[in-house]
């Protein structure tokens, strides 16, 4: 769970490494081999991204204002 704005940061650099991973798979696999190694891939930066829309969705507290 992303708690704060350095954490989302991260989060993002994170699920931005995975998607240009799957950018260059993507010219230079087979078909097949691509599909075989991006589920894995994909799977994960859907799951970064769901944690980063939920903490998005979060107000901040007035503390941190």
């Not at 699920?15 to 599909?35: G, P, V």
């Amino acid at each position: 769970m992303i708690e704060n704005d350095v954490e989302l940061q991260a989060a993002q650099e994170y699920a931005l490494r995975f998607e240009r991973i799957l950018t260059t798979a993507r010219s230079t696999y087979t078909s097949e081999a691509y599909e075989a190694m991006a589920s894995s891939y994909l799977a994960e930066i859907e799951r970064v991204n769901a944690e980063i829309v939920e903490y998005l969705r979060r107000l901040p507290s007035r503390e941190a204002a």
